[in-house]
């Protein structure tokens, strides 16, 4: 087993197993590996150096990761499924992510890219506090930390799509 450090077109980063680099190479090419943050099969290694699986950390053994489906079973046109690349412990903690991701949201009321500006005028007392979740930019979401107004990222699921 090996781990490489991956990187799709968009720029986001994720570490994914693979038997071998050769099987890195092959499912690659197929569109196998996606990004789990926006789906993206246009991957590639980022420029650290893979890690060998038990070769430092002995004890601890990587997450036995499912073998692709066979070509049969797959569709030729369907999309990649980034749970076959999922490992039993991965997929619990995804469970886990949506089920904190439904309770926040189930709580809590959107306000969409008012979000800064609803949370701001919570802080300062200008409307009564409630749980409330939206959007924010990068820039706007390091203004309200500097401004010591609390809050966190919504989880994001792998596959958005179940
Ligand atoms: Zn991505």
Known sequence: MIQYALVCHKGHEFESWFQNSAAYDKQVKRGLVTCPICNSAKVE??????????????????????????EAAAPAQAAPAPVAMMSPQEREFRTKLKELREHLTKNADYVGQKFP??????????????????????????????????????????DERN
């Open 45 to 70: 290694k980022t420029i650290m150096a893979p890690r060998l699986a038990g070769a430092k950390k002995r004890g601890v053994a990587p997450a036995p990761v499912p073998a692709p489906a066979p």
């Open 117 to 158: 500006e609803e949370a701001r005028k919570m802080h300062y007392g200008e409307i009564e506090h409630r749980s409330i979740y939206g959007e924010a930019t990068p820039d706007q979401a390091k203004e309200l930390n500097e401004e010591g107004i609390e809050f966190h990222p919504l989880p994001v699921l792998p």
